[in-house]
């Protein structure tokens, strides 16, 4: 929207609430309780319509509603805390990096993703490395880090999951509803919306930009959709991840280069580039030309690049790491060797495979050579990747190779359920949040009495179980038929019953169907008359991915079995929003993806932040958060045989002799006291531990303070 479109959407606004309008532009109020309470206590039902978008709400809200909040004393000083706290928050000028002087269009860091989980109604995200950005970007502006970020504006979104009567998944477009959500255009000095050209691409391609305040922090998405491109560029931007190899490689030049060249016309000035995994790997041969244009040669601008640039790769999954043929890096990137002074087969080497040559050109072996700054995103996959890429440095012992790690953490006030929140700010100290990353204040949840603690978690059950309810009744409603099975989607769902949650990418190697391996065994725990178990599942697969189609298929076909009692549901179209009513409200977090393939986890940590222990195999972040005290663990032993048998052994054995007996064991006013001490030692262990605020500082400390004095050291250094 033009500001003029934006001032007449938002008309009707009284002028004493017209910070309300500036609130919704801001994703500020999506980890900021108070603040959604205030568009909340304008029109509950219109804020549960909307589904908690400020934005949507205040298009739809009656101005009769808003004179009366606007004459209302107890909303009006509700508003005046939240807008005089959202000021401070901004007017903060505390700086935890330096920034290079007070200029704001200098930054010490360039971030560079794919995708960003931020919030469901941008739906910019596919799974776990977008919502890790999402939360990294938030976490940074708390922390008032100098960083910029740069993205794509997917118009189309990614998918949202209709499932058929015989339970195969339509993937639809998600359009995004700009009008309806918390993004605004990049308007340059004309007035006119900023339009850039991406450099040496022939025929010339455009892009357009789109922004998010996120606190302090701007995201600046690419958008291809503009007359300036022909049908086929302006599609480029379209969709999350295109399928076609070509317009994949074109989507990642625009998103590299592109988004390299936009901050540059924006004059934003940068130090530090960090790769969020290889898809914007490009935006180093940039940073090569810029540094040759101030007069280096290619060598010296390799090593000056490399001294300031920082990498994190997300997984082991060989579909992870895009490779592209060397024809098509031909076609769109032979300016960029003919501009370096290098031959074709040097521009090639930089992306070459030592054990697969013939391969193609591999954008996580560019990206691990020209960054001198790599990790992983847990201790495991640390050491996973180290023997992944130990081909590129040959000469060196596998535990030598240069790639570290930072474990992965979540956003504290974005993923802990509000009301546990407000239990903290009781118990821990209203200032809690500010010192979430002191591990002895976490130690401060034994104060908690058991049965304040139980009764909040029974409270985000019911919620969560309400939730998928009225979801199921919805769309009963809306396309009632014989062959529709509401019992499949969580109708018959019971709060009294030990729920364990499965929800994530139904990708084949999380094995999502490893619980249905023994069936009879199954059914028997769902149906023990005394002590049952429910199992709740969600999860999209890949549009292109018909083996993960097939797994999502088998579930929900035994979720229709009336043996299993209606007690095995699946719930389709996972979201943000979903993900946190699950993450909140299951009792069992369960995870049991093959190993080594579980790069991190981040999903086990939000849900142990509020008090869900977990039930998982030894991978990912589990293998460092896991102190026998705060959950379960299984799939430690070497197997030669079938590892799905085995591991699905092991799970059953602990649901009966461990899991189930403890839960159940509540001789105190229906308190079980066992299960209550596990819940707080799964808080108090992923509360300082993995939480955002941890791995920003441990990037921070670890490589952008590292990569600074690299650019800095590079900048004194005389020219050869």
């Given at each position: ?64 509603m808003l004179e009366k909040a606007a004459v209302n004393p107890d909303y009006l000083r509700h508003y005046d805390l939240v807008m005089s706290k959202f000021r401070r928050y901004n007017e903060e000028r505390r700086c935890l990096f330096m920034s290079g002087g007070p200029n704001p269009n200098v930054k010490s860091v360039a971030y560079f993703s794919a995708e960003y989980g931020l919030h ?601």
């Amino acid at each position: 929207m033009t500001e003029s479109e934006l001032q007449k959407k938002f008309a009707k606004i009284p002028s004493r609430l017209k910070g309300l309008e500036i609130l919704s532009g801001n994703l500020w109020w999506s980890w900021h309780p108070e603040a959604r309470m205030l568009f909340k206590n304008l029109d509950r039902q219109l804020w549960k319509e909307s589904r908690h978008n400020p934005v949507k709400m205040l298009g739809e809200v009656s101005a009769e509603m808003l004179e009366k909040a606007a004459v209302n004393p107890d909303y009006l000083r509700h508003y005046d805390l939240v807008m005089s706290k959202f000021r401070r928050y901004n007017e903060e000028r505390r700086c935890l990096f330096m920034s290079g002087g007070p200029n704001p269009n200098v930054k010490s860091v360039a971030y560079f993703s794919a995708e960003y989980g931020l919030h469901h109604s941008l739906p910019f995200y596919a799974g776990g490395l977008g919502f890790l950005a999402g939360d990294f970007l938030k976490e940074c502006s708390d922390l008032n880090l100098p960083l910029v970020a740069v993205g794509f504006m997917y118009p189309k979104g990614y998918v949202r999951q209709h499932i058929r009567t015989d339970g195969w998944q339509d993937s639809m477009e998600a359009p995004l509803d700009r009008d309806a959500a918390t993004i605004s255009r990049v308007y340059g000095e004309n007035g006119n919306q900023v339009v850039v050209q991406v450099p040496l691409m022939d025929p010339p391609l455009f892009l357009t930009a789109w922004q998010i305040k996120i606190g302090r922090i701007t995201l600046y998405l690419l958008d291809t959709d503009i007359e300036q491109n022909d049908p086929w560029s302006r599609g480029i931007s379209s969709h999350l991840y295109a399928g076609d190899r070509e317009q994949r490689l074109r989507q990642e030049i625009v998103l590299g280069i592109g988004g390299s060249k936009l901050l540059e016309t924006l004059g934003i000035v940068h130090f530090v580039t960090h790769l969020n995994e290889g898809h914007p790997a490009f935006a180093l041969l940039e940073r090569l030309l810029l540094r040759m244009e101030e007069g280096s040669s290619f060598e010296e601008a390799v090593k000056k690049v490399r001294q300031s640039s920082v990498f994190t790769t997300h997984t082991p999954v060989p579909a992870g790491h895009d490779v592209f043929s060397f024809e098509l890096i031909e076609k769109y990137l032979a300016p960029y060797w003919k501009a370096f002074g290098i031959t074709r087969e040097q521009f090639f080497s930089l992306g070459l495979h030592p054990e697969e040559p013939e391969a193609g050109f591999n954008m996580t072996a560019f990206a691990l050579r020209l960054c001198d700054h790599r990790n992983g995103v847990s201790r495991r996959h640390g050491e996973v990747a180290r023997r992944m890429w130990h081909c590129l440095w040959p000469e060196l012992p596998e535990d030598e190779v240069p790639i570290d790690y930072v474990t992965n953490g979540v956003h504290v006030p974005f993923w802990v359920e509000p009301k546990l929140g407000m239990l903290f700010n009781r118990y821990l100290g209203p200032n809690w949040m500010n010192e979430q990353d002191d591990p002895v204040l976490w130690e401060l949840v034994e104060d908690i009495p058991d049965e304040e603690l139980w009764r909040n978690h029974h409270w985000m059950k019911l919620k969560l179980i309400h939730f998928i309810r009225e979801k199921t009744r919805r769309r009963w409603t809306r396309e009632f038929s014989g062959n529709y099975c509401p019992i499949a989607f969580g109708a018959l769902l019971d709060p009294t019953v030990l729920t364990l949650g499965f929800a994530r990418r139904f990708a084949t190697y999380k094995r999502a169907d490893l619980l249905l391996q023994d069936i009879e065994r199954l059914k028997k725990l769902v149906n023990d008359r005394w002590h049952p178990i429910q199992v709740i599942f969600a999860g999209k697969a890949h549009p292109a991915d018909e083996p993960g189609k097939k797994i999502l298929q088998k579930i929900y076909k035994l979720c229709c079995d009336p043996e299993l009692a209606g007690r095995v549901a699946f719930v389709e179209d996972y979201d943000e929003q979903l993900g946190q009513y699950m993450v909140h409200g299951v009792d069992v977090w369960l995870n049991n993806p093959i190993p080594p393939l579980e790069a991190s986890g981040t999903s086990g940590m939000k849900a142990a932040l509020n008090g869900v222990p977990q039930l998982s195999v030894a991978d990912g972040w589990w293998l460092e958060g896991y102190n026998g005290s705060n959950g379960w663990i299984f799939g430690e032993r070497e197997i030669s045989g079938n590892r799905d048998a085995a591991d699905a052994a092991e799970l059953y054995d602990l649901l009966e002799k461990e899991i189930i007996p403890c839960y159940y064991d509540a001789p105190k006013r229906g308190i079980p006291s066992r299960w209550v001490r596990i819940m707080k030692n799964t808080i108090k262990a992923a509360g300082a531990q993995f939480t955002a605020r941890r791995m920003v500082k441990d990037y921070i400390k670890r490589y952008y303070a590292k990569a600074l004095d690299g650019h800095l050291r590079a900048r004194k250094a005389p020219e050869k």
